[in-house]
C-alpha cells in the first residue's frame, strides 16, 4: 500500500519519463514493496517492480525489453521538498524568522521533523513514509563503532561529525520546541534521523546550499564517477548536438530551469533488468560513510593520505590534498613529483625542478629513494595499526556469524579469537550476561550496531590494502630499478 500510495501521489504531479522504445530502468530502495508486484505507472513508460535482491526496485518500460538509447526522468518542481515550499507554512515560517542564526541545513531539518508530525496531515505523506527509519552515516556512531575505524584520521571524521550534530540539535531545539513538536520528535536522536535524512538523500539546487528532497529521484543507488562512461558505440549513435550535450554533462542530474523539474539520465546503455546507477559526485569511501553512510567495495575515488614531514612540503608548491596513495596502491602523480624533488641535493632542485612537476623520472637512483620512502611508511603505518589485514578479514566473517545464533561455548571462542574488539563490542552494547553467555536472537538496537561495527571494520580493511598494494608497487619498481634494463642475446 505504501508504494501504491507514493505512485497514486506521482500520478497527479506531472512527473515524466523519457525511455526510447524497448528499454527498462532500475532505481533503488522503495520499503514494503510487495514482491514481484508491478505498481502503476511512474509516467508514460514505466512502472515499479522487485528487482534482484529485496533492497532494489525498478521502473520499468511497458513495452519490450532490449537496449536504450537514453533514459531520462524528471520530477517536477512543485514536488520536491525545499524550504522555500516549506516555508509557505505561516506559522512555520513566522517561527523560523525568529531564529535567523540558523544554518539553511539546520532549518530544512528542522521543517522535516515539522513536517513529519503532520502525520498524515502532511501534503508530502506518502514520500515521507518510505524514508529510511535509520541511516549509518558517522554521526550515528557509537564511541565504540568509532574507534574500530582505528585510523586516527577516521576517528577524528566520526567525533567531529557527531559533535557538530549535538550542536545544530541543541541550538535547532528552541525552534522545534516553539513549533511545538512531539516529543520523540524533540530528542536527539530524531535529529540525528533528519539530518541524516538530508545529508544523504537531499539534490543540488541553484537557490539554496541546503539542497532540496526529491521523491522519487533520490531512489537511485551510487556509481562512482569513473564507472559510468559513455562508449564510443554510444557517441556514434548520437547526433551532433545530442552527442555534445551528454558528453559535456559532468553530473547524472540537475535542476532544469526550461522544464521546471529536477532532470536525470543514464550515461551508458541498459539491457533489462540492469540497474541505472547515477553519480552523487566525487567521493572517498570515508566521506561516503560520513555523508551516505555506505562504503564501496571499489571505489575509484578512494584513497589514502600519508603524513608527510615538513621538508617535504616545503620543497614544492602541490597542495596537501594531492598527495596522497590511489585506490589501486600507487602514489598520486603530485606526491610523486613532490617526493622526486625532496630525493634531490637542494643545490640542484631550482634547476630540475620543472621536470619534477611534469613528471619525468630524474634518475634511477633518486625513484628508487621515493618509492623506498613510500614503501617505508605505508609499512610504518600498518604496523602501528592494532589489527593486520588477515584479522579483520577474519573479524568480518565472525560478525556475519553472529547475525545466528551464537550458544555461550561460541561466545567464549570469539572472545579468545578476537578479545579486545568482542569485548569491546559486547561491554558497549550491554551482551555480557556473567556465564550465561549473551542473548539471542539480538536486538533491533544491536543489530543496528553489528551493522556499522561491520561497516568500519569494512571500512579500515580497504585502507590497509590501499597501503600493502602500494608496498608491493613500491618494491617491485624499486626491483626493476636495481636489475636495470634487461637484454636478451640471441
Same mark, same amino acid.
Given at each position: 500500500?505504501?508504494?501504491?500510495?507514493?505512485?497514486?501521489?506521482?500520478?497527479?504531479?506531472?512527473?515524466?519519463?523519457?525511455?526510447?522504445?524497448?528499454?527498462?530502468?532500475?532505481?533503488?530502495?522503495?520499503?514494503?514493496?510487495?514482491?514481484?508486484?508491478?505498481?502503476?505507472?511512474?509516467?508514460?513508460?514505466?512502472?515499479?517492480?522487485?528487482?534482484?535482491?529485496?533492497?532494489?526496485?525498478?521502473?520499468?518500460?511497458?513495452?519490450?525489453?532490449?537496449?536504450? =538509447?537514453?533514459?531520462?526522468?524528471?520530477?517536477?518542481?512543485?514536488?520536491?521538498?525545499?524550504? !522555500?515550499?516549506?516555508?509557505?507554512?505561516?506559522?512555520? &515560517?513566522?517561527?523560523?524568522?525568529?531564529?535567523?542564526?540558523?544554518?539553511?541545513?539546520?532549518?530544512?531539518?528542522?521543517?522535516?521533523?515539522?513536517? *513529519?508530525?503532520?502525520?498524515?496531515?502532511?501534503?508530502?505523506?506518502?514520500?515521507?513514509?518510505?524514508?529510511?527509519?535509520?541511516?549509518?552515516?558517522?554521526?550515528?556512531?557509537?564511541?565504540?563503532?568509532?574507534?574500530?575505524?582505528?585510523?586516527?584520521?577516521?576517528?577524528?571524521?566520526?567525533?567531529?561529525?557527531?559533535?557538530?550534530?549535538?550542536?545544530?540539535?541543541?541550538?535547532?531545539?528552541?525552534?522545534?520546541?516553539?513549533?511545538?513538536?512531539?516529543?520523540?520528535?524533540?530528542?536527539?536522536?530524531?535529529?540525528?534521523?533528519?539530518?541524516?535524512?538530508?545529508?544523504?538523500?537531499?539534490?543540488?539546487?541553484?537557490?539554496?546550499?541546503?539542497?532540496?528532497?526529491?521523491?522519487?529521484?533520490?531512489?537511485?543507488?551510487?556509481?562512482?564517477?569513473?564507472?559510468?562512461?559513455?562508449?564510443?558505440?554510444?557517441?556514434?549513435?548520437?547526433?551532433?548536438?545530442?552527442?555534445?550535450?551528454?558528453?559535456?554533462?559532468?553530473?547524472?542530474?540537475?535542476?532544469?530551469?526550461?522544464?521546471?523539474?529536477?532532470?536525470?539520465?543514464?550515461?551508458?546503455?541498459?539491457?533489462?533488468? =540492469? @540497474?541505472?546507477?547515477?553519480?552523487?559526485?566525487?567521493?572517498?569511501?570515508?566521506?561516503?560513510? !560520513?555523508?551516505?553512510?555506505?562504503?564501496?567495495?571499489?571505489?575509484? #575515488?578512494?584513497?589514502?593520505?600519508? &603524513?608527510? !614531514?615538513?621538508?617535504?612540503?616545503?620543497?614544492?608548491?602541490?597542495?596537501?590534498?594531492?598527495?596522497?596513495? =590511489?585506490?589501486?596502491?600507487?602514489?598520486?602523480?603530485?606526491?610523486?613529483?613532490?617526493?622526486?624533488?625532496?630525493?634531490?641535493?637542494? #643545490?640542484?632542485?631550482?634547476?630540475?625542478?620543472?621536470?619534477?612537476?611534469?613528471?619525468?623520472?630524474?634518475?634511477?637512483?633518486?625513484?628508487?629513494?621515493?618509492?623506498?620512502?613510500?614503501?617505508?611508511?605505508?609499512?610504518?603505518?600498518?604496523?602501528?595499526?592494532?589489527?593486520?589485514?588477515?584479522?579483520?578479514?577474519?573479524?568480518? @566473517?565472525?560478525? =556475519?556469524? *553472529?547475525?545466528?545464533?551464537?550458544?555461550?561455548?561460541?561466545?567464549?571462542?570469539?572472545?579468545?579469537?578476537?578479545?579486545?574488539?568482542?569485548?569491546?563490542?559486547?561491554?558497549?552494547?550491554?551482551?555480557?550476561?556473567? !556465564?550465561?553467555?549473551?542473548?539471542?536472537?539480538?536486538?533491533?538496537?544491536?543489530?543496528?550496531? *553489528?551493522?556499522?561495527?561491520?561497516?568500519?571494520?569494512?571500512?579500515?580493511?580497504?585502507?590497509?590494502?590501499?597501503?600493502?598494494?602500494?608496498?608491493?608497487?613500491?618494491?617491485?619498481?624499486?626491483?626493476?630499478?636495481?636489475?636495470?634494463?634487461?637484454?636478451?642475446?640471441?
Amino acid at each position: 500500500m505504501i508504494i501504491k500510495s507514493i505512485l497514486t501521489w506521482m500520478s497527479g504531479l506531472r512527473f515524466w519519463d523519457r525511455v526510447p522504445r524497448d528499454a527498462m530502468v532500475v532505481v533503488k530502495s522503495i520499503p514494503h514493496l510487495e514482491e514481484g508486484t508491478p505498481h502503476l505507472c511512474a509516467g508514460a513508460e514505466m512502472f515499479v517492480f522487485e528487482f534482484g535482491p529485496a533492497d532494489h526496485r525498478s521502473l520499468e518500460e511497458r513495452r519490450k525489453d532490449w537496449w536504450y =538509447e537514453w533514459v531520462g526522468f524528471g520530477v517536477p518542481k512543485s514536488a520536491l521538498m525545499t524550504r !522555500e515550499t516549506l516555508l509557505k507554512d505561516r506559522e512555520l &515560517s513566522d517561527a523560523i524568522k525568529r531564529h535567523p542564526f540558523l544554518s539553511s541545513t539546520q532549518i530544512l531539518s528542522s521543517c522535516l521533523l515539522a513536517e *513529519m508530525s503532520k502525520g498524515k496531515g502532511s501534503w508530502w505523506h506518502p514520500y515521507l513514509i518510505q524514508l529510511p527509519r535509520n541511516y549509518d552515516t558517522l554521526t550515528s556512531f557509537t564511541r565504540f563503532e568509532a574507534r574500530a575505524l582505528q585510523v586516527d584520521d577516521a576517528i577524528w571524521a566520526a567525533e567531529k561529525a557527531i559533535s557538530k550534530a549535538e550542536l545544530d540539535w541543541k541550538e535547532a531545539r528552541p525552534l522545534m520546541q516553539e513549533l511545538k513538536l512531539k516529543p520523540q520528535l524533540l530528542t536527539f536522536r530524531s535529529w540525528l534521523w533528519s539530518s541524516a535524512t538530508i545529508s544523504s538523500r537531499t539534490l543540488h539546487i541553484p537557490w539554496d546550499d541546503a539542497g532540496c528532497l526529491c521523491p522519487v529521484g533520490d531512489f537511485f543507488n551510487y556509481a562512482a564517477p569513473g564507472e559510468e562512461f559513455l562508449c564510443s558505440e554510444d557517441v556514434e549513435k548520437l547526433d551532433a548536438r545530442q552527442s555534445d550535450d551528454h558528453i559535456q554533462r559532468l553530473t547524472d542530474g540537475g535542476y532544469e530551469e526550461n522544464v521546471a523539474a529536477y532532470c536525470f539520465y543514464a550515461r551508458k546503455r541498459y539491457k533489462k533488468g =540492469e @540497474q541505472v546507477l547515477l553519480s552523487y559526485g566525487t567521493y572517498t569511501n570515508l566521506e561516503l560513510l !560520513e555523508h551516505y553512510g555506505f562504503l564501496l567495495n571499489a571505489n575509484p #575515488n578512494n584513497k589514502v593520505f600519508l &603524513s608527510l !614531514e615538513p621538508d617535504i612540503h616545503s620543497t614544492s608548491s602541490w597542495p596537501k590534498d594531492s598527495l596522497y596513495i =590511489e585506490q589501486d596502491g600507487k602514489p598520486s602523480f603530485a606526491l610523486v613529483s613532490a617526493l622526486r624533488l625532496w630525493a634531490t641535493p637542494p #643545490n640542484k632542485r631550482k634547476s630540475i625542478g620543472h621536470l619534477a612537476y611534469s613528471g619525468s623520472q630524474l634518475s634511477a637512483e633518486n625513484e628508487i629513494s621515493v618509492m623506498r620512502w613510500t614503501a617505508n611508511n605505508c609499512r610504518l603505518i600498518l604496523e602501528k595499526l592494532p589489527t593486520a589485514i588477515e584479522d579483520d578479514t577474519l573479524l568480518l @566473517q565472525a560478525i =556475519e556469524k *553472529m547475525q545466528d545464533h551464537l550458544s555461550p561455548k561460541e561466545v567464549e571462542q570469539l572472545l579468545l579469537a578476537f578479545g579486545d574488539e568482542f569485548g569491546a563490542f559486547f561491554e558497549a552494547n550491554g551482551l555480557l550476561k556473567g !556465564e550465561s553467555g549473551v542473548e539471542f536472537p539480538l536486538c533491533r538496537k544491536i543489530r543496528r550496531s *553489528m551493522d556499522r561495527w561491520k561497516l568500519a571494520v569494512q571500512w579500515r580493511l580497504r585502507y590497509k590494502k590501499i597501503l600493502c598494494d602500494c608496498v608491493s608497487y613500491s618494491n617491485m619498481i624499486i626491483w626493476g630499478k636495481s636489475i636495470g634494463p634487461i637484454t636478451i642475446k640471441l
